[in-house]
Every structure is written in structure tokens, then in C-alpha cells.
């Protein structure tokens, strides 16, 4: 075998041979990354490979010096020296919080567009659990930790580990070394109890929320074949919503009068009110638009007008003939109020008959 190119002339120190096989497969493997065609990747992916096998080599001169005490002081500041391992990575390793760091770069918040880190740091109780996610960085497998802050874990980390751990039993038994090709296959990673015991947990909230959802879509279905719509009464604001909000080509299209039976009067059916032909659900808010609240007038019909004028006496109808540009545009603010409000949420439309030119024009109203 090829004796590893260095560019100090004195002799390793001592323990060198039975690292040399594995940096010298990890250099070779680096050589191919480097030498990789990059023709049909972004410009960004062509670093990807290369810093994982950095972080593995650097993972596995600290693991054989730091946790397996197997090599010498010496020959590790050799090995920094000779530049098979990054001293500044292996610098933040040994700091809290900064054990599973996948690259210096992935901390820079200098480097983003916003002055953020990358998702890996982000604190493993701020992420979902069990959900895989990319460094943004080396574009590596993210996995939740066990560490007690942000974490970064990735095939190339997990490998070096192994390869550690697997070159330690031959550096004490005195067998030929590991080749590193091997320790990265995942056959050789055995599933924990721990992991089991999630993906079980998983499968049986997937199976829930299946029979959920299926129980939910059949409710819908018997509504729209016994009252001719999806619109279910029966249920609680929030469920409505859901249906408005995901169950396709069921909005509502009512008449003026058909929004007038929905005015908080029945306890049975929810409570509507429209501005400006667009149809709102408020039945989150009866102390407010049911019967004998503060706002029931605008409860069952499409008062736009008052929403405007503040008249809520004479000004209840959706007729805004009189009213200059700019007032008209002030009816924004209340569209936006009930398009984003938290428990309020949009249903339908109301189709108006058209107005009567010749009609009189409201008259204006000072509240």
C-alpha cells in the first residue's frame, strides 16, 4: 500500500500505521468527490460530498483521540498539523451544544440572507420529532439528539462514529484495520428499542388520524346527500371551518334571504354575516353576533355600508352608491379583520339582485 503523502520530513510519531489505511481511504474517496463530474449539479451541490467526508475524517480523529484515548497527544497534533482534521470543527466539538456540529459554516449567520444559522441549529424542541430534515449547508440527513441543545447528526457523523468504535476493537486486538468502506453500510447500525417503540407510536397516531379524517369526509358526505350541501350544522365552528376550508367545491352561495335565516336566532345554526358580497362564519363570537349581543344587527345580512358610515340605525344594506373612492376603500380594514381573525373564517358569497338605478340613493349618514 502507498505510504500516505505528508509534508513534514520527519518520521510519524508513533501509532501512525494504524491510521494511515483508513486516512489514506477517506483521502482517495475525497480525491473521487473532488474529481466527481458536476456538469448536471448546481454549483452549490458540488460541495456536498466533499464536507461530508471532511466532517468524517475530522469525526474520526477526534473520536480515536478524545473518547477512545487510542492514539497519542503527538500524533494527534500531527495529524492537525498534516491537515487531515479540521482543529477549528474539532474546537467548537468539545463545547456544549456544539457536540454533533456538522460544519463551522452551518453557525455563520453572516453567510444567509437573513442572518440566521442553518436549520441544524435550530433547538431539537423547536423541531418535530422523528421529522428528517437537510442542512442546508452540506445538504446531510438531520436527525434528532439526545443532546440538551441545538444538535446537527448526519450520515457522515454516524459513520465516523461507527468507524471509531469498530477501528478501536482491531487497534486492540491488533487485526487488520477496518476498511471504512464497511462501517457506512446500514446494516451494520442495529435498530434500538427506543426507535422501535417511536415508529410504533407513529403508525398507530397515522392509523388514528386516518379514521378520523375518514370519519370526518363521511359525515360531509351524508350532509351533502340528505340537505343537498356541505354544509353540516351539527357541528362546532372549528370543524366547520376545517370543511370550508379543505373539502373542495364547497363553498355556498346564498341569496340575500337564505343569509337572513343564519342571525344567530336558531342556537341550531351557525351565525353568518356578509361584507361586500363575501359570506363570514362568526359563530365563534355569539356573545357578540348571536342573539341580544352587542353586534347582532350585522348578523344575517351584508351590511356593508355600516361597516363604513358607523350608521348601524339606517345604514344596514349592502347599497354603497354615494360613498367617494376612499371611504369605499377603508372597507379593506374590516375584510382583512375577518379574513385573518383566528375563529372567524369565510364560507361563501351572497348574490345580491342588481340595485335599481333609479331607486333614491341612501342618504348620507354621520354616526
Not at 449539479?41 to 477512545?68: A, C, G, N
Not at 454516524?158 to 487488520?176: H, N, V, W, Y
Request: hydrophobic share 30%.
Amino acid at each position: 500500500m502507498p505510504r500516505v503523502r505528508t509534508s513534514s520530513k520527519k518520521p510519524p510519531p508513533e501509532g501512525w500505521d494504524l491510521i494511515e489505511p483508513t486516512l489514506t481511504e477517506l483521502g482517495r474517496k475525497m480525491r473521487e468527490a473532488e474529481n466527481e463530474p458536476t456538469e448536471a449539479k448546481r454549483k452549490v451541490e458540488t460541495s456536498w460530498p466533499i464536507m461530508r467526508l471532511h466532517h468524517q475524517r475530522s469525526r474520526y480523529i477526534y473520536d480515536i483521540f478524545f473518547r477512545r484515548k487510542a492514539i497519542s497527544r503527538d500524533l494527534y497534533n500531527y495529524c492537525i498539523k498534516e491537515g487531515y482534521a479540521d482543529a477549528a470543527l474539532i474546537a467548537k466539538w468539545k463545547k456544549p451544544g456544539y457536540e454533533k456540529l456538522c460544519c463551522l459554516r452551518c453557525m455563520q449567520p453572516k453567510d444567509t440572507n437573513f442572518g440566521t444559522t442553518c436549520i441544524c441549529r435550530v433547538p431539537k424542541q423547536q423541531l418535530d420529532d422523528n421529522k428528517i430534515i437537510e442542512c442546508d449547508r452540506s445538504r446531510a440527513d438531520l436527525a434528532m439528539s439526545s443532546g440538551p441543545s441545538s444538535v446537527c447528526t448526519y450520515g457522515a457523523f454516524s459513520g465516523a462514529r461507527r468507524l471509531s468504535d469498530i477501528s478501536m476493537s482491531f487497534l486492540t486486538s491488533g487485526s487488520q484495520f477496518w476498511h471504512p468502506g464497511h462501517a457506512m453500510t446500514s446494516e451494520t447500525k442495529p435498530k434500538s428499542a427506543a426507535g422501535q417503540s417511536r415508529g410504533s407510536c407513529c403508525s398507530a397516531l397515522l392509523r388514528l388520524a386516518a379514521v378520523l379524517v375518514f370519519g370526518l369526509l363521511a359525515a360531509v358526505s351524508v350532509s351533502y346527500i340528505v340537505t343537498d350541501t356541505y354544509d353540516f350544522n351539527g357541528l362546532s365552528f372549528t370543524a366547520r371551518k376545517l370543511i370550508h376550508q379543505h373539502v373542495p367545491g364547497q363553498e355556498l352561495v346564498l341569496t340575500p334571504e337564505q343569509l337572513a335565516q343564519y342571525d344567530g336566532s336558531d342556537p341550531n345554526k351557525p351565525i353568518y354575516l356578509g361584507i361586500n358580497g363575501v359570506v363570514y362564519d362568526v359563530s365563534a363570537g355569539p356573545g357578540y353576533y348571536g342573539k341580544g349581543g352587542s353586534y347582532n344587527f350585522f348578523a344575517g345580512k351584508d351590511a356593508a355600508r355600516a361597516y363604513i358610515t358607523g350608521c348601524f340605525d339606517k345604514d344596514l344594506t349592502h347599497d354603497l352608491r354615494g360613498l367617494n373612492e376612499a371611504q369605499i376603500r377603508s372597507l379593506s380594514t374590516w375584510t382583512d379583520f375577518y379574513e385573518n381573525h383566528k375563529k372567524y373564517f369565510r364560507v361563501g358569497r351572497v348574490v345580491h339582485p342588481p340595485i335599481d338605478p333609479s331607486s333614491p340613493v341612501p342618504e348620507p349618514c354621520e354616526a
